[in-house]
């Protein structure tokens, strides 16, 4: 489903939402566009109140479009892994199914979907100019969409640098995360 659809339906979600925590007592939570005007007013703990209503529908979208690739690289990796050897030698010295697989599967398994995570750091940002216009937020993809129309070089390239320096630093982040995951794999 493209990431404009799955906006429109959370934006159409949110006013019947926002309607039911109002029946039980938490006000309007969900913001459906854009931070407050007035800013954010209250207490500390209100402000965070606010805060956090105006991000959940923006993160749920830009979550929504990886979900699936997560969770089918996640299950192709664990029936891979489940075959191998050295469960099977897990299973054989009598460990429980719940250790086998959380202990020695799971940990494996997840070392393809870490991969696929620090790649797709870049499809959020190009998947956050779609997000932003529809959620009306002001941040790096409407910085990028008005210095393509503005023909703003430098910007453009200061936005890719920038976009590079994330996908660089999660992929570092990937690498110490396989040697965490897999102690097989040392960082020398």
Not at 29 to 47: D, E, R
């Amino acid at each position: 489903m493209p990431l404009f659809c799955i906006a429109i339906i959370l934006k159409s979600v949110a006013p019947p939402l926002n309607n039911w925590l109002e029946s039980i007592g938490f006000g309007r939570w969900i913001t459906t566009a854009g931070p407050p005007t007035s800013g954010y007013t209250g207490g500390f703990w209100h402000v965070i109140y606010q805060f956090t209503g105006v991000y959940v529908l923006p993160v749920i979208c830009l979550f929504a479009i990886s979900f699936a690739l997560y969770s089918r690289f996640q299950r192709g990796s664990m029936l891979d892994v489940l075959n191998s050897d050295y469960v099977r030698t897990a299973q054989a010295k009598g460990l429980s199914q719940s250790r086998v697989i959380f202990r020695h599967a799971f940990r494996n398994a997840l070392i393809p979907v870490v991969t696929v995570a620090a790649l797709n750091i870049g499809a959020v940002f190009s998947g956050a100019i779609i997000t932003e216009t529809v959620f009306n937020w002001q941040g790096m993809g409407t910085l990028i969409v008005n210095a393509v129309e503005q023909i703003e070089p430098w910007m453009v390239l200061a936005w890719l640098v920038v976009t590079a320096i994330f996908i660089i630093l999660f992929n570092l982040i990937a690498d110490i995360l396989y040697a965490y995951l897999d102690p097989r794999i040392r960082l020398d």
